[in-house]
């Protein structure tokens, strides 16, 4: 399709085709056989890409802020104090969430481009009582990739439980729910799961459910609270008719269709892809002489890159000029650098295809900017990549 427009956002991306056509169906009742068994087999389809067989899932119409919400409007109680585990902007989002259903939050924020280490983590919580800690998986204004199982590890052993933001990483990065033991996982679905904006995913582990169950006193969210939401998604997996509030039905249609496709790929097999590019792709940018955020490639993202722009480049001509060639790329978003640096993502349906066009519209829009570059450098640089991982 000639001037067909490449969206290289860190969400929402590019939908396969199935997705979207899925979306475009009659829309049906709520409580008709069809939609039930495609409900019902959604919160099925979750427990397998989560790697949670144990896990309650939620699908609830929102965006992933308000996966976050729900987190916090349900688990926390007055004063419960939570570690907050930050690495960019939408940690900082966490700690908001939270402070406002009244927790007693303490934030440990890396340096820009750094994680936070597990030595800091755990000096916390071995004098802080905590009852939570937050992690972001990837935060999407960084690019930074937190390895959520160590931390995990160090929740359990400090008995408290782990709340990991996976908006920019599930079904993109490795995630192993049970047996990483994290209480709580969330996302949004135009993230790597793969459908437009306007669902809030969550999966909540037996643990997570017992401490909600156990509650002194009620949530304060009417919306977002579980004794809303739980007999609505038991309904559903148990193929019975159920109302609470009108779910998003055709972005549960197109739901189900991505979370097939995921499951056909196979999660493994998808992280891997994810891993891949993302490591070729590093090393197109590299050839370039462009520095990502992350300051080292083990804690870079594989759904997104973080490039800063190279000295004497406006961000601003730089994207319009990548539009010309049809590519769409982000700006900075962590209000401290934001506008040093931009951000391609490369999760979901993303294909080696398309980060070819991002290099080349990147290339091409450098040169005519007039920063002195070599053309057809990072193409090669990522060409290379992929022939030694293949
Ligand atoms: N957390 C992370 C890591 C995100 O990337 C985002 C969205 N970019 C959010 C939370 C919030 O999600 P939403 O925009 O769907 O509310």
């Avoid at 979750?46 to 976050?68: D, E, H, N």
């Avoid at 437009?196 to 949530?219: D, Y």
């Avoid at 038991?234 to 499951?263: M, W």
């Avoid at 197109?284 to 804690?299: D, H, M």
Wanted: with cysteine.
């Amino acid at each position: 399709m000639k001037g067909r427009k490449l969206l290289m956002i860190p969400g929402p991306i590019e939908f396969e085709p199935d997705v979207l056509q899925a979306m475009s169906i009659a829309t049906n009742s709520h409580v008709a056989p069809d939609f039930i068994e495609i409900f019902g087999k959604s919160l099925e389809l979750m427990r397998a890409v989560w790697k949670s067989p144990k896990g309650q899932p939620f699908i609830i119409s929102g965006t992933g802020t308000l996966a976050m919400d729900m987190a916090a409007a349900n688990l926390i109680e007055l004063g419960d104090r939570v570690l907050v585990i930050s690495t960019g902007y939408f940690g900082k989002r966490f700690k908001d969430i939270l402070d406002r259903y009244g927790a007693n939050t303490t934030i440990l924020e890396a340096p820009i481009g750094e994680v936070v280490s597990l030595d800091a983590i755990e000096k916390e919580l071995k004098q802080g009582q905590y009852k939570f800690l937050t992690i972001t998986h990837v935060d999407t204004s960084t690019g930074i990739l937190v390895d959520p199982k160590p931390i995990a590890h160090l929740a359990k052993k400090y008995n408290v439980l782990s709340i990991l933001d996976g908006v920019c990483s599930v079904a993109g990065e490795e995630l192993k729910q049970d047996e990483w033991e994290l209480d709580v996982v969330l996302t949004a679905s135009q993230k790597a799961i793969g459908v437009p904006p306007g669902l809030a995913l969550l999966m909540a582990s037996e643990k997570a459910m017992q401490v909600w169950e156990n509650r002194k006193t009620p949530v304060s969210n009417y919306y977002a609270d579980w004794n809303n939401w739980l007999p609505i998604m038991r309904a559903y997996e148990e193929r019975r008719p159920s109302y609470f509030g009108t779910p998003a039905v055709n972005l549960i249609v197109a739901l189900e269709t991505s979370l097939k496709i995921i499951c056909k790929e196979g999660i493994d097999q998808r992280v891997k892809r994810h891993q891949n590019l993302a490591k070729s792709f590093r090393a197109g940018i590299a050839s370039l002489n462009l520095e990502i955020l992350p300051k080292t490639n083990t804690i870079a993202a594989n759904t997104l890159s973080a490039v800063y722009y190279p000295e004497g480049i406006n961000g601003t001509s730089l994207s319009a000029t990548m539009v010309e060639s049809n590519v769409i790329i982000a700006g900075g978003l962590l209000p401290e650098i934001k506008p040093s640096y931009f951000r391609i993502g490369h999760m979901g349906s993303v294909s080696s295809n398309d980060l070819i066009a991002v290099l080349s519209a990147l290339e091409r829009a450098l040169i005519e900017l007039g920063h002195p570059i070599e053309s057809g450098k990072s193409l090669q640089a990522f060409q290379n990549g992929l022939l030694k991982i293949n």
